[in-house]
């Protein structure tokens, strides 16, 4: 049996700037200048430790147009590490560091390291004791602005094997090296966009994919289409947060046997919740919000964090939080108690989504609207059988928005308690309506 593991990784963005250096200092804004670099150093690490045959990059090595010397340098550095290892290199270049647009620094590449055409999709080989593991087949993309499907250049007649005629190549492994937008993103550009069936035509049994930074496989598995997502997180976008790192690809007799994730960031973005409905004062809420920080941090391996936190709920701390001023310090007060610790955390922002309590005795008084909302309510509560003939009548009378049908299914008792959070709602509603 001819078994072997490669890495497949993408978007590294190597020096890109990170959010939240404006406002840190110190240590945090360190570790976000340099945590895309140290990202890079990670992953060459874990190509030795797996003792993989060969690194996969499907492109936006880079930035922009404009690399940097430092990111040139430590790129060059890690690849310089794995060909002493014997570990090859397919790279392809992305929207973000395209070949006809981006400055290079650097001429000459180790052994073992193959930056793929640009002019045309390119086929090479891996080969091990007169054996061709696989065939990496891929493109560069020229210029930032890729319009064209390149999924479609993958045909037979470029994936001819580029091994030596003497190479066994019964069980190689067919990838596909591509940076492209196979599903649609509104967080990415369609670059060379694609469909999965545009992927499936092609005579590959591993695509390689890069540009979309959430971390998924797609498809059925028959090809194995995956994206690695980027390989350091870089803000509070959804597709930018939490576990960041590269795929782990174990291949056994010409096929794909295993495909596991292994994170490689320096740092994480993370989003945080705190419910602080029980808080009774200021003091409440920032031991709730230090708390909720404390279990995260154990959640991420030790990691240093940057959070966006939330505070919900409904209580007595609604009122306190609205005050002027008080957001900005009590986001000043959790910096300062935080970010001496290690690994650090460090809060990017605090957001206000709790809501006032409601006292419906009180609005029955008033009679108003609010007050007349709260008597139906309390009407339909106390008899589940006239709530269920509302529905009825609302179902005939608004014939272009049916109630769904798992809602006209429910049982009679579950419809009390959608009944009052639907009460808490319009009360919310007119309470908003009030206070501006």
């Given at each position: 049996?001819?078994?072997?593991?490669?890495?497949?990784?993408?978007?590294?963005?190597?020096?890109?700037?990170?959010?939240?250096?404006?406002?840190?200092?110190?240590?945090?804004?360190?570790?976000?200048?340099?945590?895309?670099?140290?990202?890079?150093?990670?992953?060459?690490?874990?190509?030795?430790?797996?003792?993989?045959?060969?690194?996969?990059?499907?492109?936006?090595?880079?930035?922009?147009?404009?690399?940097?010397?430092?990111?040139?340098?430590?790129?060059?550095?890690?690849?310089?590490?794995?060909?002493?290892?014997?570990?090859?290199?397919?790279?392809?270049?992305?929207?973000?560091?395209?070949?006809?647009?981006?400055?290079?620094?650097?001429?000459?590449?180790?052994?073992?390291?193959?930056?793929?055409?640009?002019?045309?999709?390119?086929?090479?080989?891996?080969?091990?004791?007169?054996?061709?593991?696989?065939?990496?087949?891929?493109?560069?993309?020229?210029?930032?602005?890729?319009?064209?499907?390149?999924?479609?250049?993958?045909?037979?007649?470029?994936?001819?094997?580029?091994?030596?005629?003497?190479?066994?190549?019964?069980?190689?492994?067919?990838?596909?090296?591509?940076?492209?937008?196979?599903?649609?993103?509104?967080?990415?550009?369609?670059?060379?966009?694609?469909?999965?069936?545009?992927?499936?035509?092609?005579?590959?049994?591993?695509?390689?994919?890069?540009?979309?930074?959430?971390?998924?496989?797609?498809?059925?598995?028959?090809?194995?289409?995956?994206?690695?997502?980027?390989?350091?997180?870089?803000?509070?976008?959804?597709?930018?947060?939490?576990?960041?790192?590269?795929?782990?690809?174990?291949?056994?007799?010409?096929?794909?046997?295993?495909?596991?994730?292994?994170?490689?960031?320096?740092?994480?973005?993370?989003?945080?919740?705190?419910?602080?409905?029980?808080?009774?004062?200021?003091?409440?809420?920032?031991?709730?919000?230090?708390?909720?920080?404390?279990?995260?941090?154990?959640?991420?391996?030790?990691?240093?964090?940057?959070?966006?936190?939330?505070?919900?709920?409904?209580?007595?701390a609604h009122s306190l939080l609205a005050r002027p001023g008080v957001l900005p310090s009590l986001l000043e007060e959790l910096r300062e108690r935080s970010v001496a610790q290690l690994p650090f955390l460090w809060w990017d922002a605090l957001s206000d989504?709790?809501?006032?309590?409601?006292?419906?005795?009180?609005?029955?008084?008033?009679?108003?609207?609010?007050?007349?909302?709260?008597?139906?309510?309390?009407?339909?509560?106390?008899?589940?059988?006239?709530?269920?003939?509302?529905?009825?009548?609302?179902?005939?009378?608004?014939?272009?928005?049916?109630?769904?049908?798992?809602?006209?299914?429910?049982?009679?008792?579950?419809?009390?308690?959608?009944?009052?959070?639907?009460?808490?709602?319009?009360?919310?509603?007119?309470?908003?309506?009030?206070?501006?």
């Amino acid at each position: 049996m001819s078994s072997f593991c490669f890495v497949h990784a993408a978007d590294l963005h190597l020096d890109t700037p990170l959010e939240g250096i404006s406002t840190a200092t110190g240590q945090v804004r360190e570790a976000l200048i340099e945590a895309s670099l140290h990202a890079w150093d990670h992953l060459v690490e874990l190509c030795i430790a797996e003792d993989a045959a060969f690194l996969l990059l499907a492109g936006d090595i880079y930035d922009g147009v404009d690399r940097g010397v430092r990111a040139q340098l430590r790129f060059l550095r890690g690849l310089e590490r794995l060909s002493e290892r014997g570990i090859q290199t397919f790279v392809v270049h992305g929207n973000h560091d395209p070949v006809e647009e981006g400055w290079s620094a650097i001429i000459h590449w180790p052994a073992g390291v193959t930056i793929l055409d640009h002019t045309d999709v390119q086929t090479v080989s891996v080969e091990r004791d007169g054996r061709c593991l696989a065939t990496v087949t891929g493109i560069s993309y020229a210029r930032r602005e890729t319009s064209e499907n390149l999924a479609l250049r993958f045909r037979p007649r470029h994936l001819a094997a580029a091994a030596s005629p003497a190479a066994d190549h019964s069980a190689a492994l067919r990838i596909g090296l591509l940076h492209c937008s196979a599903i649609s993103s509104s967080e990415h550009l369609p670059y060379s966009p694609c469909s999965l069936a545009d992927l499936r035509q092609a005579p590959i049994d591993y695509w390689a994919l890069g540009h979309i930074h959430k971390r998924q496989t797609l498809g059925d598995g028959t090809p194995v289409i995956a994206y690695p997502g980027n390989l350091q997180g870089r803000s509070m976008k959804p597709s930018e947060t939490d576990a960041k790192g590269a795929l782990v690809v174990e291949c056994a007799d010409g096929r794909v046997a295993n495909v596991r994730f292994h994170a490689c960031d320096a740092l994480r973005f993370a989003a945080l919740h705190a419910d602080v409905s029980t808080c009774a004062d200021i003091s409440d809420v920032l031991d709730e919000l230090l708390q909720a920080a404390e279990r995260r941090r154990a959640e991420e391996s030790g990691l240093p964090l940057v959070v966006r936190a939330t505070v919900d709920g409904r209580g007595p701390a609604h009122s306190l939080l609205a005050r002027p001023g008080v957001l900005p310090s009590l986001l000043e007060e959790l910096r300062e108690r935080s970010v001496a610790q290690l690994p650090f955390l460090w809060w990017d922002a605090l957001s206000d989504a709790t809501r006032p309590q409601i006292d419906r005795d009180q609005i029955r008084e008033r009679h108003d609207f609010a007050a007349q909302v709260v008597a139906e309510a309390d009407a339909l509560l106390a008899d589940p059988i006239v709530l269920r003939h509302l529905l009825d009548e609302l179902n005939r009378e608004l014939p272009l928005r049916r109630l769904p049908e798992a809602l006209r299914q429910l049982p009679d008792e579950d419809l009390v308690p959608l009944m009052a959070a639907a009460e808490t709602i319009a009360l919310d509603l007119l309470t908003e309506e009030d206070e501006q």
